[in-house]
């Protein structure tokens, strides 16, 4: 089974400037996705960002990019200039790309982003 | 923009009661998923659900729990007499063509409070 780590329970940065939030996974497979959601207090999941496996390019969304390592199974998130708005408990997730996928996503703990202006 | 919706945002039951969560997916999405989270803990995949069947289930989605697609349009997750551990946020989700391309959409989620 895959499982997903978030080894930060929490992360502080000032605003503008720049925050890594790191993830790794374990899995046998070789074709997968993995995501970064974000959670405000509202409790909405929203998709931030995701990356294919398959592509060696990392994902960019904006002020959010991954740093995909697939041999170290590493997958953290860098949010540049960082806003009042980007504080939230985000969330790394797996999902198997396998054939027989119903794109189940497994979650890591989460990591809680607070950004001080 | 099309959006997944849940009702109701907050339910509270007694232990023992049977609660019907609702969501309404996005129109044109053809997968359906349930998960759950416990207060401070992370999300957790329940079942999901594709022409008109359970597709995968976790082993939290014991015989305790069931889902319907009762029309068009509603996904439901029923949990038969809830225990004072069902307390959580429970989030529906929607995917689109086939859920290895096409990302989830989550709704705001549906809060059941077990008392």
């Known amino acids: 089974a895959q499982t997903v780590t978030q080894s930060q329970p929490e992360m502080s940065v000032q605003e503008a400037e720049t925050v890594t939030l790191s993830c790794t996974y374990d899995t046998s497979e070789s074709d997968y996705y993995l995501f970064w959601y974000k959670q405000p207090p509202s409790r909405q999941m929203i998709l931030v960002i995701r990356?294919?496996?398959?592509?060696?390019q990392n994902a960019t969304e904006n002020r959010f990019s991954v740093n995909f390592q697939k041999a170290a199974k590493s997958f953290s998130l860098k949010i540049s200039d960082s806003q009042l708005g980007d504080a939230a408990m985000y969330f790394c997730a797996y999902r198997s790309g396998g054939g027989t996928s119903y794109g189940k996503l497994t979650f890591g703990q989460g990591t809680i982003l607070t950004v001080h202006p | 923009e099309p959006e997944v919706t849940q009702t109701p945002s907050h339910q509270v039951t007694q232990m023992g009661q049977e609660v019907i969560l609702r969501c309404v997916p996005i129109?044109?999405?053809?997968?359906f998923y349930w998960y759950r989270q416990i207060l401070g803990q992370k999300v957790e995949f329940l079942v999901s659900f594709y022409n008109n069947e359970i597709s995968e289930k976790s082993e939290i989605f014991d015989d305790q729990f069931s889902v319907e697609r009762p029309d068009g349009s509603n996904f439901t997750l029923k949990i038969r007499s809830t225990k004072l551990e069902d307390s959580a946020m429970y989030f529906c989700?929607?995917?689109?063509?086939?859920?290895?391309?096409?990302?989830?959409?989550f709704g705001p989620g549906t809060r059941l409070t077990v008392t």
């Open positions: 129109s044109n999405h053809l997968y």
């Open positions: 989700a929607s995917s689109a063509w086939t859920p290895i391309q096409y990302e989830q959409y």
């Open positions: 990356q294919e496996a398959y592509k060696q």
